[in-house]
């Protein structure tokens, strides 16, 4: 099945520094990549929708100029935690949403990155 | 109210028992349905989706009362291996939405021997 990659897997950083969370799809093409964020004991919530060549959609409530959003390419899209703070301690989980009609497509999940701020 | 509403649990079984899961969700321009299960600190995998007519795959049988609102996962013979969070997800239908899934919070199963 398609593969979803995410990098880092996870990481440790001081307060006030930007982290980078990179996501790629290894053998297809996403033109729509998601970003989620899953809370200790809580479901995947979704923060916004990437799109390909251009500017994400944020769900309501997430800062977008705190959480950047990049997707320069099919297979690539970033998430920028600008400023972390502790309470951004979190996991990240993008998606990447393979090729179907709107009824039919799937979306294949990356593994993951577990961001740590001190 | 939430858009997806699952029972946390957790539900402790035995090995070899049958175990029903509830899932209700309140937006009924909900178009697509569907099971992950999600492993302690690890991504949510795709169990099932859930079709109108009901489904089953191995042990696994899901249902949808769309009149309801309403999803159903139940599990047969359960293994060990079954120990893990499941997940209601429901993808409303098209239009701004497209493509967003919305996750409940999360039914926690542990079998034990």
């Known amino acids: 099945g398609a593969v979803v990659s995410q990098h880092p897997s996870w990481v440790i950083c001081k307060s006030g520094t930007s982290v980078k969370i990179e996501c790629r799809s290894l053998d297809f093409q996403a033109t729509t990549m998601f970003w989620y964020r899953q809370f200790p004991k809580q479901s995947l919530m979704l923060m916004a929708t990437s799109n390909e060549g251009s500017k994400a959609t944020y769900e309501q409530g997430v800062e977008k100029d705190k959480f950047l959003i990049n997707h320069a390419s099919l297979t690539l899209s970033t998430l920028t935690v600008t400023s972390a703070h502790p309470e951004d301690s979190s996991f990240y989980i993008c998606?990447?949403?393979?090729?179907?009609?709107?009824?039919?497509?799937?979306?294949?999940f990356g593994p993951g990155t577990r961001l740590t701020v001190l | 109210r939430k858009e997806v509403e699952q029972d946390p649990g957790p539900f402790n079984v035995p090995e070899g028992a049958t175990v029903a899961f509830n899932c209700t969700y309140s937006?009924?321009?909900?178009?697509?349905f569907f099971w992950y299960r999600q492993d302690c600190r690890k991504e949510p995998k795709l169990l099932m989706s859930v079709y109108s007519s009901g489904n089953e795959d191995g042990r696994f049988t899901a249902q949808l009362n769309r009149a309801s609102q309403y999803i159903s996962l139940l599990i047969r013979d359960s293994k060990l291996s079954d120990s893990a969070t499941y997940l209601c997800?429901?993808?409303?239908?098209?239009?701004?939405?497209?493509?967003?899934?919305?996750f409940g919070q999360g039914t926690i199963l542990t079998v034990h021997p």
């Open positions: 998606s990447a949403r393979g090729t179907g009609t709107a009824w039919t497509d799937t979306q294949y």
């Open positions: 937006n009924s321009a909900s178009q697509s």
């Open positions: 997800v429901v993808r409303p239908s098209g239009g701004t939405s497209y493509g967003k899934l919305t």
